[in-house]
């Protein structure tokens, strides 16, 4: 079975520019989240969708990220314009429900993004 | 807001030798995930504790879950070096859209 696929794998872009992030989770889930990890802290929920809906978006800094997931298999995620602070790991997962609303998270290899 | 607090943070060990790394969470929650993540890779799912006082082992390690004192330890048996690693605590809120809170990571080195 195929993992969760995330590309590019590594960005640098100077501060005030714009980037995308893709991913295609493992075929079937339903469920897919974006995370940011800054380095040396835990993974931090920006986004998750269920099929093409957006479920919780409360801690995306929606003034310059957005995401979609127009047909709800792929997503992207973008930020526009780049500060500093958004340097991290942004990570990729998606889930199956494993019954009673439970649901199993799959991280993809992330997108290691450093901002100058 | 769930806050959810791991501790230590940092732990070097001996092969051979046990230790218990501590998760702490704020909310009623009974769904509590432990990860592993290598320097550079991607997480790994460990354990997936659904009740109070579940218990799951995989071979050196063993992870329980206490819902009323908001806790889930990680137990560690006679370590080796594979087991040098960072390992996350994960709580799902069960009154915020299922949201995922994770502790900020355990940096575990063991020493031949």
């Known amino acids: 079975e195929a993992g969760v696929a995330q590309s590019p794998r590594y960005k640098i872009i100077e501060k005030r520019q714009s980037v995308a992030f893709w991913c295609n989770p493992i075929s079937g889930h339903a469920t897919l989240y974006w995370y940011q990890q800054i380095l040396g802290q835990g993974p931090k929920l920006l986004i998750q969708?269920?099929?093409?809906?957006?479920?919780?978006d409360s801690q995306l800094p929606k003034d310059r990220f957005s995401a979609e997931r127009l047909k709800g298999v792929d997503s992207t995620l973008k930020i526009q314009p780049a500060k500093l602070e958004d340097s991290a790991v942004y990570l990729c997962?998606?889930?199956?429900?494993?019954?009673?609303?439970?649901?199993?998270?799959?991280f993809g290899p992330g997108t290691r993004l450093t901002v100058t | 807001e769930l806050k959810v607090e791991q501790n230590p943070l940092f732990l070097s060990m001996q092969e051979g030798k046990n230790y218990t790394i501590y998760c702490n969470y704020s909310t009623t929650s009974d769904r509590l995930y432990w990860y592993r993540q290598d320097p550079g890779k991607s997480l790994e799912s460990l354990f997936v504790l659904l009740s109070n006082g579940a218990v799951k082992q995989e071979g050196r390690l063993m992870a329980s879950l206490d819902t009323k004192a908001r806790l889930s330890t990680l137990h560690i048996t006679a370590a080796v070096h594979d087991l040098s690693a960072t390992y996350f605590c994960a709580v799902e809120s069960l009154y915020n859209n299922n949201d995922m809170r994770f502790g900020a990571g355990t940096r575990l080195t063991v020493k031949p």
């Open positions: 997962a998606s889930s199956l429900s494993l019954g009673w609303g439970v649901y199993e998270q799959y």
């Open positions: 969708f269920q099929n093409n809906g957006v479920v919780d």
